[in-house]
């Protein structure tokens, strides 16, 4: 009888419109509400047998007949609150039951179309956040070795004291801002305002060292540097090609889509220099060497073309230069030379040809096995060639489905801080600037004179590169200085390359400034001891705790693009405050709080602090980031999504019917999410876009084409699509330019806008037009695009490689493929200089000294960095010890068996010391090792630099204490995924 509770009273229930979401709920009411000390130890049984011996109390009392009202007011509050995964791209939904203020149980969402009820072991240990055992719980500052106390007031006056001084005897640019793919959309686009009121391109996310060779890569292929499709979509492929993807690891909720897709036919193709989960899934698994892709994709793309299997018409009326690919593959990579590079037998080349072909729609996946390398942009731009020579973009089942890393790391790349662009992909023209001015409602010429003369339109550093901002020779960096200080705002340091430099470039920096829920490895390495000649005795080390995206409310983007919106579950917990709440509060008292917030409704937040509301912010981006069609996806569309997923189909994604109760929103049509592009203002009523460049859909039903965004001709070719090629219910039947007001003339629709849209639309683009006439007028009066119609592009004449070439990674064990295949020259771009052929050749024989290529990771129990997960009791119990992936024969070389600690040395002088995992999953060539961990440095537990409290339960290595220099030619992504280590037994 202890374990329930009877009463006549109806308990308060936040009712759901859903009858789960009510039956959660109504179960959650029935059970042991959330105890305080006295009822556990009555409920145990010590409270009554304490009592009884106290007061000699009797067993037995008269039956009281229960007070409705009393009852009614003593019982909890229980309210059941929507949000989102916190972890990975898929977008798991997930309902948190929360009782007077405590989050006491969660379950996944049986209705969302995309997890359907299920959850990975980090998705389903999310509760945990409502906890915050080892959270960043005060603001802390670094004194004496140690991390003490303060106020925020404190803190936030010390800051911004700092900064001002910093921007008057040095310039705005030696400020560099580390934002974070776990911000909601809202707090990314407003970081990267917060960037530019402050007078500074200098700021970056995660994007840069997972995705941003996938962004640059397929955008400038096609038009949209995004996943085509969708992870349900893929239900619908015949065959299935994972190249440098993880998926079982990485993204496991998306493997349900696949093993539905395999049930009704589907071939699993896997590649990959190591056998993962995923391949023991596979129908074909195919070892490569790290770093070898592109002689892959070129040798199955060999035979495709030898046995005709080309989609033919398709290449002729939407591909631009496939005859100049066809003309290369032919010629450089035949078999033989495919075999030579990648190491792969012509017959399983030919296998993987085959089965792409005979089973279309066939899909590929890639995520970071492919993205991270010095040739990382020519890879992905690989991948999308082979799918356009097959036919396979536009289509359902086909696409390029580039799975994303974080919850938001997708909408943070979309409307955040990038370096390279304001959001929305505007770029830093000035007319992108004009139109954010106007956006936001300030003055062109105030915000100019924000940024230190020229470097308004002029792209930042890049994460991957503020270790050099920090160490470079001034005169080598294209700014007025170097960086001074730094702001982690929701980055893990072990995830970037080349720890022992970052080392010592934060020792350098005057002001290093955390800002996380949790203290991260930053705190660590900045409290221990350095090099004495690189620290600098006037830094200033400053955490302040943020609240996790559980402890305020906003909108999500998945990989797919559908977007989502989460509910606040709980108050902040300890001192945190939200990121947007910090922006502001930062802002006030550097000189621009008033118009940063200048759109924006405040609202109160923790402790009756205003903070702006991120419905509002949301509604700033709907009216300005025309670009991707982020402008259709209002809170209240949205909301109404999160409230009716019972209503979307798990295969496509679109509303069969469906009214929400709350609004009386009509939902019939519309792609969960409202996947972007969503165009046109909410009122237009854009369904989203489930398929990019998918022509059998009318534009107005989620249909589209390729983009015109490169020209309308090349070399005398055009690059507009054929005639006949377009979408559904076009009235332009054959390729065309963008839309602007002058094009909207000639054709005579002018006058088709408003009065007041033509007023707006004057001398404006369909980009730049405020009102969203042109959007209107173009897709709902005559079916066509407002981006144009053109042709993706095969030859990409704007990069350094028109046409992917396979280059030897800067270190290689490989000396005679260095010759052959060599990397490209040393440059200067991002504002800084950087080596290839110069240090490739200077190690070009590395190899006989570090002979083993070193690769990395995920696992399923950790994500990112890993201080988040490695600070979840359940998960840290799954995986407690950082280790190496070795294969039997190479390590009986070494005399290390299972289980032994092993050092991992590399050319960088580093050396970690990790736990040997003796298994076949690698080749004898090559080692393995995770990314998540960090607490560990060559050899030493960092434990007690950590703010008291505040450490990680597992702590381990960083494997990137140890990785090597190496940046990709177009996005300066770091080359994690191939580089080369010695390994030998730990002495005991």
Known sequence: MLLTRKSSSVTPVDRGSSSLVTSLARGVARAVPTMDRRAFLRRSG?????????????????????????????????????????????????????????????????????????????????????????????????????????????????IAAKLLKLRETSTPDALFVVGSSKHNNEQAYLLRKWMSLWGSNNCDHQARICHSTTVAGVANTWGYGAMTNSYNDMQNAKAALYIGSNAAEAHPVSMLHMLHAKENGCKMIVVDPRFTRTAAKADQYVRIRSGTDIAFLFGVLYHVFKNGWEDKKYIADRVYGMDKVREEVMTKWTPDKVEEVCGVPEAEVFQVAKTMAENRPSTIVWCMGQTQHTIGNAMVRASCILQLALGNIGVSGGGANIFRGHDNVQGATDVGPNPDSLPGYYGLAEGSWKHFAKVWGLDYEWLKSRYAPNMMTKSGMTVSRWIDGVLEKPELIEQGSNLKALFFWGHAPNSQSRGLEMKRAMDKLDLLVVIDPFPSATAAMAAMPGKPEDLNPNRAVYLLPATTQFETSGSCTASNRSIQWREKVIEPLWESRTDHMIMYQLAEKLGFGKELVKNYKMVPGKGGMLEPEPESILREINRGVWTIGYTGQSPERLKAHMRNMHVFDVKTLRAKGGVDKETGYVLDGDYFGLPWPCYGTPELKHPGTPNLYDTSKHVMDGGGNFRANFGVERDGVSLLAADGSHSLGADITTGYPEFDDVLLKKLGWWGELTPEEQQAAEGKNWKTDLSGGIIRVVMKNHGCHPFGNARARAVVWNFPDAIPQHREPIYSTRPDLVEKYPTHADKTFWRLPTLFKTLQDQNKDIGQRFPLIMTSGRLVEYEGGGEETRSNPWLAELQQDMFVEINPATANDRGIRPGDMVWVSTPTGAR?????????????????????????????????????????????????????????????????????????????
């Not at 007690?944 to 996005?971: I, K, L, Q």
Request: some cysteine; aromatic content about 8%; overall charge positive.
């Open 46 to 158: 010590l409270g009554l047998g304490v009592g009884l011996a106290a007061s000699q109390l009797s067993l037995v009392k008269k039956a009281q007949a229960a007070d409705p009202a009393a009852a009614s007011a003593a019982a909890p509050k229980v309210e059941v609150k929507r949000t989102v995964c916190g972890h990975c791209s898929v977008g798991c939904a997930i309902d948190a039951v929360v009782e007077n203020g405590v989050w006491v149980r969660q379950e996944p969402v049986f209705d969302s179309p995309i997890n359907l009820g299920s959850h990975c072991a980090k998705g389903a240990a999310v509760r945990e956040h409502g906890h915050g055992e080892y959270r960043l719980k005060y603001p802390m500052k670094l004194v004496n070795g140690k991390y003490q106390r303060i106020s925020w007031d404190q803190a936030l006056d010390e």
């Open 912 to 988: 970690i010391r990790v736990k040997a995992l003796v298994t076949e999953r690698v080749d004898r060539h090559t080692v393995f090792l995770p990314f998540h961990f960090s607490g560990h440095w060559q050899g030493q537990d960092l434990l007690r630099y950590y703010p008291e409290g505040a450490a990680p339960v597992v702590r381990g290595e960083a494997v990137n204490t140890a990785t090597t220099y190496g940046y990709d030619a177009v996005t300066m992504m770091q080359e994690t995924k191939t580089t080369v280590c010695q390994i030998e037994r730990a002495s005991a």
